[in-house]
């Protein structure tokens, strides 16, 4: 019993030294601060596939059903190789898809950080048709710890999506960094439509107001 209760006592103070250490106390270097300045990861862009699990069937709610996805296991793995990543010349990353049949299409652009943190991301996809659906979609990005096969300790790098927004169906937007907002101007809809200015908040803020407001 008592060498279970030295291993219990340094296991705990292993979970407390990750959790509220400075960075520098556990990691040579902070692949994060890599992610949140340039949306890549291991300087690579971080596969569109990884973004694509964020984004719901069109013909379901906006609410996103996947919410976290780990960088560490999911960049180059199997799933989301680099093969089948292209990067083009104004910045957007598609997905190349495997079967030449497949006719979707989905595509991203890193816009930039909100000064809470909160990653900002332009995507574009189609299902095949005519319509190409742009969407703005808010991260945040932090380090989280699971446990791994054999109880071995798992250092995550949680990319979670905070909100996505929809813009329409071929959309001409131009989407920029306000502060502690987005701003879209020169929303056009494809059938001409001309839209006012709009400024999005940030919503990690919107979060931190509402779990305020639980207390």
Partial sequence: MKGMDIRASSWSGFLVMVLFAGPECCFSADPLE???SSFTYNGKPIHPGIIEQFSNWMSDPSTSQIIAIDLSTAQNSNR???????R???????????????KTTFSYKFIGRLLSGSLVVDIVESGGGSGFFEDVMFFSLKREISIGDKGAVHIQHALRVLQVHALGDRVDASISLDGTRVRIDKLVEHRGSQRETQLLDDPMLLLEKAVKEQK
């Fill in 34 to 36: 890599e992610t949140q």
């Fill in 80 to 86: 989301f190789d680099s093969a089948s990543c292209i």
């Fill in 88 to 102: 083009d010349d104004n910045g957007w990353i598609h997905v190349k898809r495997s079967d030449p049949n497949d």
